[in-house]
């Protein structure tokens, strides 16, 4: 069997199309930021979350749009350092959320809960914050968390 025969092309274009069926599935695939660990004291105890965390302008432009779902102890976690006034939204997100804004120091400044699903509005942080965690709605006021209680993630410091 020679580089000329039937099977070798035939084996090459079969290569070729799964090549290219790849690379559009990897194209379509979800973007997903790196999931870490992060903690919240409060006055009822810790509370523990595996956060995906958005740190590039494409991964805190998606959020958490187009998801149907998010489990209880998950969300995302929005890196905007340097510290900064935010403004979030929930355009093309169908999920209800809590959003908590933590200053650079890890305590939480604000809460805007059970966000209204794919509403424009702005949610303001009101004040300059490093982060912003979003978690399933309902999640504040299920396990006590409020403004002052601090968070315990490496992307904040006691500085």
């Known amino acids: ?3 000329s025969s039937p099977t070798y092309f035939f084996e090459l274009h079969r290569i070729a199309a799964l090549a290219a069926l790849l690379g559009m599935l990897a194209q379509a695939a979800p973007v997903r930021a790196a999931e870490e660990m992060l903690e919240i004291v ?8 595996t956060v995906e965390v958005a740190r590039t302008d494409e991964e805190r432009a998606k959020g958490l749009m187009f998801r149907k779902e998010l489990p209880e102890g998950r969300g995302m976690l929005f890196d905007f350092k340097p ?7 929930m355009r093309n997100t169908y999920i209800p959320l809590d959003m908590l804004f933590i200053n650079g120091d890890g ?34 006021k299920k396990l006590g968390i ?9 992307l904040f410091s006691d500085k």
């Open 1 to 3: 069997m020679g580089l």
């Open 42 to 49: 409060t006055a009822s105890g810790v509370h523990v979350f």
């Open 83 to 89: 510290d900064q006034h935010v403004s979030m939204w």
């Open 107 to 140: 305590t939480i400044r604000r809460i805007a809960e059970n966000t209204v699903p794919l509403s424009e509005k702005t949610i303001p942080s009101g004040g300059p914050v490093r982060g912003v965690l979003e978690v399933i709605g309902g999640t504040a």
């Open 146 to 154: 409020k403004p002052g209680d601090k968070v315990a993630h490496p």
